[in-house]
């Protein structure tokens, strides 16, 4: 058994280039670079005995087969060797039978694979437990690594933070000032990274730190890397492996850079490929209306993706207007029958809100894909029937900000419909009863 995985141009161009090295795009055409596996190795075992390997690592405890990520070492990074993987036993989240917000919509199988229940509370682990674990043996193999740098939302620096300090390597972080939440923003400082807050937004941060990653001053571990997405692409398989290896009819994804939307796809292209399965979901990608380029592409019918400034909004993970991934996008909605949508301010607010009276709490980037599932149902798009998983790609805690503002009815524009305020009393049996009698009378 001797599985190989290397870089190729995602364009076509000739060439292949180690894992191993610092390169980020083509040389011939500057344009994304790929993973390719060695596919037609990994066919020697059949796809019942793949599905095999996997169910017998799940969640187990032999280090580290036990993660999501490294239960699918062959097909992640094959000839990674296993003391230099740096992992926090990422992947392996609830994926929760939304019965009674599915219901509320006149659905019974709605499914939310819970990405932020996960080391630093984002789905970003799931890629950067592979980034780091390659720059570590990189290193060991005479790679010099003055720091390992993104530019970040707000999750892909926690994560990046977290398994650098965990691996023993120096992280730089670059935020745009005033656009992440406290607590993201404590993450990278708490884990020692240096943590630089620029005045600009994500598009403005991700320039600077390419400018530093040709220079070769940084190894880029934003998504544009493509080691990313080989650990990333585990979440379309795992939503398969918890379903009994059946694959639902929708998958709904919250999406800014875009690179989540293409390791979905390339996840299912390997099960494809290998034989678990016969067929592709339909592919959903949700976008913030204050920031959506690819659904303004995908409305023109276009195949490219024109930059535009984002605006501010309240899932400011994906306040992104110039998206690295995009050509790895649009080929994942060509090949997955996918669909673009869009969410506003209101309709995400509420989403969430909605969601969270169903005992979920939701992030509000969860929320655009909520917001967005409730479209499709309504215009019919998605049946009654459909299976449907929206993947939620941060966990509620880190965005106290907002759910505080929503309760608190201060997020300009929205109603808040189901806002439920805090009763102050004193210390008295007879207000509290009085209080209780008129909120559950009879
Ligand atoms: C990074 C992130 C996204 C978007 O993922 P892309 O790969 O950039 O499209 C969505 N939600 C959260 C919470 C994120 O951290
Ligand atoms: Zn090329």
Redesign the pocket.
């Known amino acids: 058994m001797s599985y190989h995985a290397e870089f190729r141009c995602f364009s076509g161009c000739e060439g292949s280039w180690p894992v191993t090295q610092a390169i980020y795009s083509c040389p011939s055409c500057g344009g994304l670079l790929e993973v390719r596996h060695d596919v037609e190795a990994l066919r020697d075992r059949s796809g019942p005995a793949w599905m095999k390997v996997f169910d017998d690592r799940y969640k187990q405890n032999a280090w580290p087969y036990g993660s999501g990520v490294w239960g699918k070492h062959e097909w992640v990074m094959p000839e990674l060797p296993e003391r230099s993987i740096v992992s926090m036993y990422e992947g392996g989240t609830n994926l929760f039978w939304a019965e009674r917000y599915g219901k509320s919509l006149g659905l019974q199988d709605v499914w939310v694979k819970l990405c932020g229940n996960s080391h630093s509370g984002?789905f970003?682990d799931l890629g950067m437990t592979v980034l780091v674990s390659v720059v570590r043996w990189a290193v060991e193999q005479g790679l010099e690594v003055k720091a390992v740098a993104c530019a970040s939302?707000g999750?892909?620096s926690a994560s990046l933070a977290a398994y650098g300090a965990a691996a023993g390597l120096p992280v730089a972080v670059l935020l745009p000032r005033g656009k992440i939440s406290t607590a993201q923003l404590v993450q990278p400082l708490a884990h020692g990274a240096m943590v630089l807050g620029l005045d600009t937004d994500f598009d403005g941060c991700m320039a600077i730190v390419k400018q530093l990653a040709a220079e070769g001053i940084i190894y880029l571990a934003n998504?544009m890397n493509p080691l990313r997405i080989e650990g990333q692409k585990t979440v379309g398989i795992e939503i398969v492996q918890q379903f009994d290896w059946q694959v639902p009819d929708w998958i709904i994804l919250?999406?800014?850079?875009?690179?989540?939307?293409a390791a979905m796809y390339a996840g299912f292209k390997m099960m494809k490929q290998c034989g678990l399965i016969a067929r592709y979901p339909r592919l959903v990608m949700a976008q913030a209306e204050n920031a959506n380029p690819l659904y303004r592409a995908w409305q023109a019918g276009k195949k490219t993706v024109e930059p535009v400034a984002a605006k501010p909004t309240q899932a400011t993970?994906?306040q992104?207007g110039n998206p690295v991934s995009a050509p790895r996008a649009i080929r994942a909605l060509e090949a997955m029958d996918g669909m673009v949508e869009q969410a506003s301010e209101e309709e995400l607010c509420e989403a969430a809100a909605r969601a969270d009276r169903t005992g979920m709490y939701t992030?509000p980037?969860t929320a655009v894909g909520l917001a967005v599932l409730e479209k499709l149902v309504a215009r019919g798009t998605i049946a009654k029937r459909d299976r449907v998983v929206c993947v939620s790609?941060?966990n509620g805690l880190k965005f106290t900000e907002f759910k505080v503002n929503y309760h608190d009815n201060k997020i300009p524009g929205v109603v808040g419909n189901s806002r439920n305020a805090p009763v102050m009393l004193p210390a008295d049996y007879g207000q509290v009863l009085d209080a209780m009698r008129r909120r559950f009378p009879g």
């Open positions: 984002s970003k939302t999750d892909t998504s919250p999406s800014g850079n875009l690179g989540n939307a993970a994906i992104i992030c980037h790609t941060a």
